[in-house]
């Protein structure tokens, strides 16, 4: 009788001792931060598309060829012969008509599109980059872009600032369930770059004159920390 008695006692106390930290290790909360760093850009990227009609592939492919090779010239004139300028895309697409209520299209040309792009990092060239190219031959402006040469730290210290968000939202939340955060079980990170930037118009100026704004870099970060005693 009295080894059975033991025997209960200790399977009794052995599982209160396991029940216990099982309860403890399963609770956990969920907090999620996020924070805003802006800072002035140091790079533009402007993209010009040179776009051209033909009723012929050949006819739109040289009279696409002609001006790009233009606005190329012009700008590495503008900007010196190391300028920072690529072709990031291009097509050529056929034109058609279409009868009306159905029927077999017809054939009527062809569209050619070649986008190329300029990095600089003379912020004060951007409005004469962008005239340049319209006057040497792009009719599209497709794109307007200001960055950073290096945005690391600035994604550094915003990931920073989100995660003591995150990490006071859940003290805040352990406390008020009576207890206390403990270790991180999981960190999860998020990360957006957007830039402002507006084209003003001003009455008489030679210059297309631009506003720069600045680039946002927005960290969202969620956690998953221990709930402890």
């Known amino acids: 009788m009295g080894f059975c008695s033991s025997l209960v006692f200790f399977l009794c106390c052995g599982l209160g001792l396991w029940a216990q930290p099982l309860t403890l290790r399963n609770s956990f909360v969920r907090a999620f931060?996020?924070?805003?760093?802006?800072?002035?850009?140091?790079?533009?990227?402007?993209?010009?598309?040179?776009?051209?009609?033909?009723?012929?592939?050949?006819?739109a492919s040289s009279q696409n060829a002609m001006r790009t090779s233009n606005v190329l010239s012009q700008l590495q004139t503008l900007l010196g012969t190391n300028a920072d300028i690529q072709t990031v895309a291009y097509s050529?697409?056929?034109?058609?008509?279409?009868?009306?209520?159905?029927?077999?299209?017809?054939?009527i040309g062809y569209t050619v599109s070649n986008t190329v792009r300029v990095t600089t990092t003379d912020l004060s060239m951007t409005g004469k980059i962008i005239d340049t190219g319209i006057q040497a031959g792009a009719n599209q402006v497709s794109g307007l872009?200001?960055?950073?040469?290096?945005?690391?730290?600035?994604?550094?210290?915003?990931?920073?600032?989100?995660?003591?968000q995150a990490k006071a939202h859940a003290d805040a939340m352990a406390a008020g369930a009576g207890m206390h955060s403990g270790g991180f079980r999981s960190i999860e990170e998020g990360i957006a770059v957007q830039s402002t930037n507006f084209p003003t118009a001003g009455a008489g100026a030679t210059t297309t004159p631009i506003v720069t704004g600045l680039v946002d870099i927005q960290a969202s970060v969620t956690i998953e920390v221990d709930l402890v005693p």
């Open 145 to 164: 872009q200001f960055g950073l040469k290096d945005d690391q730290p600035v994604r550094a210290q915003a990931l920073r600032l989100a995660t003591a």
């Open 92 to 107: 050529m697409s056929p034109n058609y008509t279409y009868p009306p209520g159905g029927g077999t299209p017809t054939l």
């Open 33 to 59: 931060g996020q924070s805003t760093v802006s800072v002035k850009p140091d790079l533009a990227r402007v993209e010009f598309s040179v776009v051209t009609q033909a009723s012929s592939a050949q006819d």
